[in-house]
């Protein structure tokens, strides 16, 4: 009666590789054309596996409504998205950090508008802080808001800083620290634990070295 | 903003066409029947009430619940569960009722959602609440209730997960000293975040606490993790959280529904709200949970009578959907008697006879008996002085007892006929 194969929800993009490699090296199979593909539907050899090849935002949406049992997305994107999943693993990957970035002023930090992708997030990091602001929605280029006046701020990704820097702009402040999570639908949760446990458990052992990197330059880095 | 178009509804709102509110009713009705053989007699309280009397039991956040201002200037609000009503009447109305009560309700509900989640801002539960049984008899009852209505209104393949929420909080405040740390573990925890949970842990405690709040997430199966768990804690109060499912347990298994639940101890059902049993269930294809209840002792005080209680909801939307997918509802179909003038009377006459056999029968006085109309889900057929034809390239229609619609007609007649030979003796 359940269909007892697991569809996975992939994000596309900046953690793709990175996802691959991880599911290959836990012995999960990966169909080979996935990279190159243009279908948006792909089964594992086996037939044990089935993959959507979605867009990051809308990956909490499947796995939500349950037409994917589990997904591999962004810490940045479920806190956007705040839907109703179990988070299960951090896998280590796609780390990066959610920063308060601007030209680096010396005002002292009155801020009124914020440029941001992440509106629930950016809105979210100044009512914490006793702030409001107004959250100007943006879909790409953010870093252009403070050089042409848009913005006195900026809420984005930051993963090595360069774009930051090649523009001149600085981080003022870290939200949080951003790394690539497993996700799970209620009902696949309860309904299909067996093969989501084995599946997770392969995971986090070859994700282990990964975690550990990254709370170590988190510790170093004191957040 | 944009002036609404004429056919738009607000956002969450649905309309259920003849075919799927027949079916919606007919789940509604086999579920109430369901609680009835139990003992729950229904309840029907005002879709508004006070925001007061909402703000007492509420379980999401109150910016969800629809509110608006009456002309003394208090706040009502619609009902954003059924929960506190009750409790309500339990300690207002039915005071002088003696204890326990079984009350069961199908209600619609209305919560405000976000913009593009795509939820539903108003759906019907149909529920019950026991009022007045602290027992683990009781608890079990909701469960084995639950498991015995999804079974009968055909749902398939479900489980239950069971938790109680007094172990986390007994393994908690053993483990972990500080109370702003033991409340983030608990919302992680409620917010299904493991990895939240987990990095709060690593960060915040030290061996062999460490250890043990890590197992927690693990503490999913079968009855023997309750074994499992009891090693890892000598709280008071975990330890009786365990003992508590442990007999809950047995008394499902005199029940006969163990083989549908499932053991989970990280299980909560949002916070401040259930003291004890806490259970959710899950069917294949259906992404959402379609029931889930639990143990809230403390509710029903707030309203003037002290009372253990325990209940739980199954969302209509939800089965239904599961349902309508299973194939479990027949096409039914309806009969269309078309007659001209002369006919009328004998028309008429034989749809009354056709309702009394509780066949469902409209009628339609037309010109020409040749072309009556199609009207999908019914069968067309003319009726002369002596036949009953069906429509062209219609299928005929069989009674329960599978007469069909021209027999039918021809023992219509000869009633009328011996009727009418007795009259004239």
Same mark, same amino acid.
């Given at each position: 009666?359940?269909?007892?194969?697991?569809?996975?929800?992939?994000? &596309?993009?900046?953690?793709?590789?990175?996802?691959?490699?991880?599911? *290959?090296?836990?012995?999960?199979?990966?169909?080979?054309?996935?990279?190159?593909?243009? &279908? %948006?539907?792909?089964?594992?050899?086996?037939?044990?596996?089935?993959?959507?090849?979605? &867009?990051?935002?809308?990956?909490?949406?499947?796995?939500?409504?349950?037409?994917?049992?589990?997904?591999?997305?962004?810490?940045?994107?479920? !806190?956007?998205?705040?839907?109703?999943?179990?988070?299960?693993?951090?896998?280590?990957?796609?780390?990066?950090?959610?920063?308060?970035?601007?030209?680096?002023?010396? +005002?002292?930090?009155?801020?009124?508008?914020?440029?941001?992708?992440?509106?629930?997030?950016?809105?979210?990091?100044?009512?914490?802080?006793?702030? *409001?602001?107004?959250?100007?929605?943006?879909?790409?280029?953010?870093?252009?808001?403070?050089?042409? =006046?848009?913005?006195?701020?900026?809420?984005?990704?930051?993963?090595?800083?360069?774009?930051?820097?090649?523009?001149?702009?600085? /981080?003022?402040?870290?939200?949080?620290? /951003?790394?690539?999570?497993?996700?799970?639908?209620?009902?696949?949760?309860? @309904?299909?634990?067996?093969? /989501?446990?084995?599946?997770?458990? #392969?995971?986090?052992?070859?994700?282990?070295? @990964?975690?550990?990197?990254?709370?170590?330059?988190?510790? &170093?880095?004191?957040? | 903003?944009?002036?609404?178009?004429?056919?738009?509804?607000?956002?969450?709102?649905?309309?259920?066409?003849?075919?799927?509110?027949?079916?919606?009713?007919?789940?509604?009705?086999?579920?109430?029947?369901?609680?009835?053989?139990?003992?729950?007699?229904?309840?029907?309280?005002?879709?508004?009430?006070?925001?007061?009397?909402?703000?007492?039991?509420?379980? =999401?956040?109150?910016?969800?619940?629809?509110?608006?201002?009456?002309?003394?200037?208090?706040?009502?609000?619609?009902?954003?569960?059924?929960?506190?009503?009750?409790?309500?009447?339990?300690?207002?109305?039915?005071?002088?009722?003696?204890?326990?009560?079984?009350?069961?309700?199908?209600?619609?509900?209305?919560?405000?959602?976000?913009?593009?989640?795509?939820?539903?801002?108003?759906?019907?539960?149909?529920?019950?609440?026991?009022?007045?049984?602290?027992?683990?008899? #009781?608890?079990?009852?909701?469960?084995?209730?639950?498991?015995?209505?999804?079974?009968?209104?055909?749902?398939?393949?479900?489980?239950?997960?069971?938790?109680?929420?007094?172990?986390?909080?007994?393994?908690?405040?053993?483990?972990?000293?500080?109370?702003?740390?033991?409340?983030?573990?608990?919302?992680? %925890?409620?917010?299904?975040?493991?990895?939240?949970?987990?990095?709060?842990?690593? +960060?915040?405690?030290?061996?062999?606490?460490?250890?043990?709040? !890590?197992?927690?997430?693990? @503490?999913? #199966?079968?009855?023997?993790?309750?074994?499992?768990?009891?090693?890892?804690?000598?709280?008071?109060?975990?330890?009786?959280?365990?003992?508590?499912?442990?007999?809950?347990?047995?008394?499902?298994?005199?029940?006969?529904?163990?083989?549908?639940?499932?053991?989970?101890?990280?299980?909560? @059902?949002?916070?401040?709200?259930?003291?004890?049993?806490?259970?959710?269930?899950?069917?294949?294809?259906?992404?959402?949970?379609?029931?889930?209840? =639990?143990?809230?002792?403390?509710?029903?005080?707030?309203?003037?009578?002290?009372?253990?209680?325990?209940?739980?909801?199954?969302?209509?939307?939800?089965?239904?959907?599961?349902?309508?997918?299973?194939? +479990?509802?027949?096409?039914?179909?309806?009969? %269309?008697?078309?007659?001209? $003038?002369?006919?009328?009377?004998?028309?008429?006459?034989?749809?009354?006879?056709?309702?009394?056999?509780? /066949?469902?029968?409209?009628?339609? !006085?037309?010109?020409?008996?040749?072309?009556?109309?199609?009207?999908?889900?019914?069968?067309?057929?003319?009726?002369?002085?002596?036949?009953?034809?069906?429509?062209?390239?219609?299928? =005929?229609?069989?009674?329960?007892?599978?007469?069909? $619609?021209?027999?039918?007609?021809?023992?219509?007649?000869?009633?009328?006929?011996?009727?009418?030979?007795?009259?004239?003796?």
């Amino acid at each position: 009666m359940t269909d007892q194969r697991l569809t996975i929800a992939l994000s &596309k993009g900046r953690i793709m590789l990175d996802t691959l490699r991880l599911l *290959q090296q836990a012995g999960i199979p990966v169909p080979e054309d996935l990279e190159e593909s243009r &279908k %948006l539907i792909l089964e594992s050899p086996d037939g044990r596996y089935r993959y959507i090849l979605a &867009k990051p935002v809308d990956v909490p949406t499947y796995v939500e409504y349950g037409v994917a049992d589990l997904g591999i997305v962004g810490k940045d994107v479920l !806190l956007e998205a705040e839907r109703d999943l179990y988070e299960l693993l951090d896998l280590g990957i796609g780390v990066c950090r959610m920063c308060v970035c601007g030209l680096p002023d010396g +005002k002292g930090g009155s801020v009124s508008r914020v440029a941001s992708k992440y509106l629930r997030i950016a809105t979210e990091h100044f009512r914490s802080r006793g702030q *409001q602001v107004e959250v100007v929605y943006l879909n790409g280029s953010v870093e252009l808001a403070p050089l042409i =006046g848009l913005a006195d701020r900026i809420v984005d990704l930051v993963e090595t800083g360069r774009t930051l820097q090649e523009n001149g702009l600085v /981080i003022h402040e870290v939200i949080v620290p /951003i790394s690539t999570r497993v996700v799970a639908n209620r009902m696949s949760f309860r @309904l299909k634990s067996e093969q /989501i446990n084995s599946l997770v458990e #392969g995971l986090r052992e070859v994700s282990a070295p @990964l975690v550990q990197a990254q709370n170590d330059l988190l510790a &170093k880095t004191n957040l | 903003m944009k002036k609404s178009l004429l056919f738009e509804k607000p956002q969450g709102v649905r309309d259920f066409l003849p075919d799927t509110a027949a079916d919606k009713r007919q789940i509604e009705r086999e579920i109430s029947e369901s609680f009835a053989s139990w003992g729950y007699r229904e309840i029907i309280t005002p879709m508004f009430e006070y925001m007061d009397t909402f703000r007492m039991g509420i379980r =999401g956040a109150e910016d969800r619940v629809f509110k608006f201002v009456e002309r003394s200037g208090k706040t009502v609000a619609l009902r954003p569960d059924m929960t506190a009503p009750i409790a309500r009447v339990a300690a207002s109305l039915l005071k002088h009722s003696a204890l326990p009560l079984r009350l069961s309700y199908t209600a619609n509900i209305f919560r405000q959602q976000e913009a593009v989640a795509g939820r539903d801002t108003e759906f019907t539960q149909s529920g019950v609440e026991l009022i007045g049984d602290p027992s683990p008899d #009781g608890d079990a009852e909701m469960v084995a209730l639950a498991a015995s209505t999804l079974q009968t209104i055909g749902i398939e393949g479900f489980r239950i997960a069971l938790g109680q929420v007094g172990f986390l909080h007994g393994v908690l405040e053993e483990q972990v000293a500080d109370s702003s740390v033991r409340e983030k573990l608990l919302a992680a %925890l409620a917010d299904k975040d493991y990895v939240a949970f987990e990095q709060l842990v690593v +960060k915040e405690t030290v061996e062999p606490t460490r250890s043990t709040l !890590l197992q927690i997430p693990k @503490l999913r #199966g079968g009855v023997e993790v309750l074994a499992e768990a009891g090693q890892l804690t000598g709280s008071e109060l975990a330890l009786q959280a365990l003992q508590n499912l442990a007999e809950i347990w047995h008394v499902l298994q005199i029940h006969g529904v163990t083989d549908y639940v499932q053991i989970d101890l990280s299980l909560l @059902l949002g916070l401040n709200y259930y003291t004890g049993a806490v259970f959710e269930g899950y069917a294949p294809m259906m992404g959402f949970p379609i029931c889930g209840g =639990g143990r809230y002792d403390e509710l029903v005080e707030k309203f003037g009578r002290q009372a253990p209680a325990t209940g739980f909801i199954i969302g209509i939307e939800r089965v239904l959907e599961i349902l309508e997918r299973n194939g +479990k509802f027949a096409p039914k179909q309806r009969v %269309l008697l078309c007659y001209t $003038l002369p006919e009328r009377e004998q028309a008429l006459r034989f749809a009354g006879f056709l309702r009394d056999r509780k /066949i469902p029968v409209s009628a339609l !006085l037309v010109s020409d008996p040749k072309h009556g109309p199609t009207v999908e889900g019914s069968v067309t057929c003319n009726v002369s002085a002596d036949r009953l034809t069906i429509g062209e390239g219609q299928e =005929g229609y069989t009674d329960r007892e599978g007469i069909s $619609l021209e027999d039918l007609y021809q023992v219509f007649r000869n009633q009328l006929r011996n009727q009418q030979g007795g009259s004239e003796e």
